[in-house]
């Protein structure tokens, strides 16, 4: 007997998550009789934070057609070449982590050996003057790469900013035009099958709306994977130990940095992420290192611009639920899990879990084989950047606050620590084909945190070193050149996307 399959989704939670999810699966399903209802409760609203992307974001764009121009517009977007850390390695120290690749192999050479090889010959040109995207930002210039081809610039690599209420209001319209249905309601109950399905959710008004099914983006309670189906939740506070955010929004004092900041501070970071019509501010904190209330205080003299907002504390657990995918209900969004947000990640794992979930879609009936993999690899995902975000702790040289100290000295995970030492004594990594965040992110934070290999690719001695010099003197001088000559980001968006 064939097996019965899916014939309707309900999503439970209307913010980023359940949208991108709406969006998705409606553009999937929009020529056939699949039903996609979402149920959110205006009572409770969405959480509102959630600003600052990675590339990855453009492509989903893309896959559902969506005018970048538009987004921009409907969204208040600014664009983003990368992240500025300051004060993360010592006190007024700062780095920057580029999207994209840096330079280009110089005879079948990866890039990262020979800048190694040169620096080592007692070149002092940073890093950094080998990156599109850092050289752009620090000039506070932007410009569309593919309207840049045939520079060095063609490469560059871009994300957004973005207000995530706007965005979410974006995507609801997108997904109702492909037949999503829109439920006002707050669930008040789960429903379960003899097998231990999810069969319905019933509404405070006594509607019960019944699937094949479920997708929880509820937030992080986690309404149906936790509350319902009791998944369990995996802490990870004794890597990340920051469980606190307070957030407040200023006016936009018109310098639309191209990039996010991110400042190391007494017990966690601020983030600055500026947008068109205003700037995000939060400060990531550990409360037994910092109260609410001198998190506020910290924030509210980092600022630039007068406040929008009253300051709001959001509590949170970093960590992942034991199966994201459990029965017939896949977790998205802070229902599956939290990392904070240092590197712009968890809009990603949104789309980046939704694509895994449509390469193994299942049937109603949920082979256990699918979801065990989808868990898999959703785990490895996220232990991934846990430990990408670690290395931004564990490599300070900061001593001045107990929590810095305790950076210093906290117990690494095991490939993460693996990870470190092979850079420290081979110079280099292997890139991992699926993994996000590829070798030249972790050289900018190796780079920038002072983490030095011992010396370079020894097969690097073969090199005409001559050639190599007037390779990366030649690369990077066209970079500066054509970025120079590239509009301020306030100039190009002004243009680019006029009110
Ligand atoms: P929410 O926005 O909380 O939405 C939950 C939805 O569920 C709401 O619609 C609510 O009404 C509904 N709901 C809940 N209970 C019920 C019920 N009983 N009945 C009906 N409906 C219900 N991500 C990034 O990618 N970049 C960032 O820079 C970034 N910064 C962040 C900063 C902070 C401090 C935090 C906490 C998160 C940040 N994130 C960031 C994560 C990002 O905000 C979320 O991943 C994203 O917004 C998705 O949220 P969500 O949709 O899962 O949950």
Redesign the pocket.
């Known amino acids: 007997m064939t097996p019965e399959s899916i014939k309707k989704f309900v999503i439970?939670?209307?913010?980023?998550?359940?949208w991108i999810a709406a969006a998705t699966l409606g553009n999937i399903f929009r020529h056939s009789e699949v039903e996609i209802e979402l149920?959110?409760?205006d009572d409770?609203?969405?959480?509102g934070?959630?600003?600052?992307?990675i590339p990855p974001l453009l492509t989903i764009l893309e896959s559902l057609g969506i005018d970048l121009v538009d987004f921009i517009k409907h969204t208040q977007a600014s664009f983003k070449l990368g992240i500025q850390f300051d004060d993360w390695h010592t006190i007024g120290e700062g780095y920057f982590h580029p999207f994209g690749t840096l330079g280009r192999s110089i005879d079948g050479h990866d890039f990262f050996q020979c800048w190694l090889k040169s620096k080592a010959e007692g070149d002092d040109t940073p890093l950094m003057a080998h990156s599109p995207e850092a050289v752009l930002a620090q000039q506070g210039r932007f410009f569309l790469p593919f309207e840049a081809q045939g520079t060095p610039l063609a490469s560059t690599t871009f994300a957004l900013h973005l207000d995530?209420v706007l965005a979410g209001k974006y995507l609801r319209k997108f997904a109702e035009k492909s037949g999503v249905k829109r439920t006002e309601?707050?669930?008040e109950s789960v429903s379960r099958s003899d097998k231990g399905l999810i069969k319905s959710v019933t509404l405070q008004s006594g509607v019960e709306i019944a699937g094949d099914f479920f997708i929880d983006?509820?937030?992080f309670k986690g309404?149906l994977i936790e509350e319902a189906l009791e998944t369990g939740y995996e802490d990870w506070s004794e890597f990340l130990p920051c469980n606190r955010?307070v957030?407040v929004q200023t006016e936009n004092m018109g310098d639309t940095t191209p990039y996010t900041i991110a400042t190391a501070r007494a017990a966690g970071w601020t983030w600055r992420?500026p947008l068109q019509h205003r700037t995000g501010n939060?400060y990531?904190f550990c409360d037994k290192y910092c109260s609410d209330e001198e998190a506020i205080e910290t924030l509210l003299s980092s600022i630039e611009g007068q406040p929008l907002t009253e300051p709001r504390v959001?509590p949170?657990t970093t960590g992942v639920r034991h199966k994201a995918w459990n029965q017939n209900c896949l977790a998205?969004?802070?229902?599956q899990g939290f990392l904070e947000?240092l590197e712009?990640?968890?809009?990603?794992l949104?789309s980046k879990s939704l694509a895994l979930f449509v390469r193994l879609f299942p049937t109603a009936e949920c082979d256990t084989q699918l979801s065990d993999e989808f868990n898999r690899r959703v785990r490895q995902d996220y232990e991934e950047i846990r430990d990408f975000l670690v290395l931004h702790y564990c490599t300070t040289q900061r001593d001045d606050t107990p929590f810095w100290r305790w950076c210093q000295q906290m117990e690494l995970p095991v490939k993460l620590k693996a990870k470190l030492d092979l850079f420290k004594v081979h110079g280099g990594l292997i890139p991992g084909t699926e993994e996000l965040f590829q070798p030249t992110s972790w050289y900018a934070v190796f780079d920038g945190m002072g983490v030095e290999p011992v010396g370079y690719n020894p097969t690097l001695d073969a090199i005409d070193y001559h050639k190599l010099k007037q390779s990366l003197h030649s690369g990077k001088t066209a970079i500066q050149t054509s970025a120079a000559t590239q509009p301020s980001h306030d100039e190009f968006l002004r243009t680019y996307c006029p009110a």
């Open positions: 439970v939670g209307g913010g980023t998550a359940g149920v959110e409760s409770i609203g969405v959480i934070v959630g600003e600052a992307t995530a309601g707050l669930v983006c509820s937030g309404l955010a957030t992420i939060g990531v959001i949170f998205l969004g802070l229902a947000p712009s990640t968890a809009i990603h949104v």
